[in-house]
């Protein structure tokens, strides 16, 4: 793909300052597959824009971990990259996180915070102001229970941005909360067990 853009024949390609610079933008314009091991579930596979990264590991993006079942215990995945259009269209068309949510919107509560991030939110949202907080990453009415932001109140108000704004909007907000969640926990110096069980939302 580099070397059709650059316009170069041959097997070898040189990786210099401008064609290093190509293939971040072919990158940036392309889809590519992951699939994680064992194919339990739909979302063992999701497409993704890659980014390159300077190591030999895959990093993938905190909202696709649990819809992936991944959990740093030593998972591996395979990475694809289709190479014709068709497989390009198909791909953004039906293996994106936002068309596994489109197709089904149950999978919002695999997208709202958890662990770290919702030990985070929680904090934010055990007070009036920080309630209001959250309201406003999410851009919908949040509810409380004995005064806290719970992860199910999360998840009911996402399935209404889902249902009123659409995919992408749920996706935004979902991005939005995690963030928070993260940015606080790390500020609190607490940390939530990647193996700690569903019981805790």
């Not at 979902?174 to 193996?195: I, N, T, W, Y």
Request: proline share 6%.
């Amino acid at each position: 793909l580099v070397r059709r853009e650059l316009g170069e024949p041959g097997d070898e390609l040189e990786l210099n300052a401008r064609s290093s610079e190509v293939l971040d933008r072919v990158m940036a314009q392309s889809w590519v597959i992951a699939h994680r091991a064992p194919s339990l579930k739909p979302t063992a596979f999701l497409a993704f824009r890659p980014v390159r990264r300077p190591d030999n590991a895959i990093g993938l993006f905190p909202l696709a971990c649990w819809m992936m079942n991944a959990d740093f215990d030593g998972d591996q995945m395979a990475v694809y990259l289709p190479v014709t259009d068709a497989g390009q269209r198909e791909a953004g068309e039906r293996l994106t996180i936002s068309a596994h949510l489109e197709r089904d919107p149950d999978l919002l509560a695999y997208l709202a915070p958890w662990k770290d991030a919702m030990l985070g939110l929680a904090s934010v949202g055990s007070s009036p102001a920080g309630v209001d907080e959250v309201r406003e990453l999410i851009g919908a009415d949040v509810s409380t229970q004995n005064g806290m932001v719970t992860r199910e109140a999360l998840i009911n108000a996402l399935r209404s941005l889902l249902r009123d704004a659409g995919p992408a909007a749920a996706l935004r907000a979902a991005e939005r909360l995690m963030r928070k969640g993260f940015d606080v926990s790390r500020d609190l110096g607490g940390s939530v067990s990647p193996f700690v069980g569903a019981e805790m939302d």
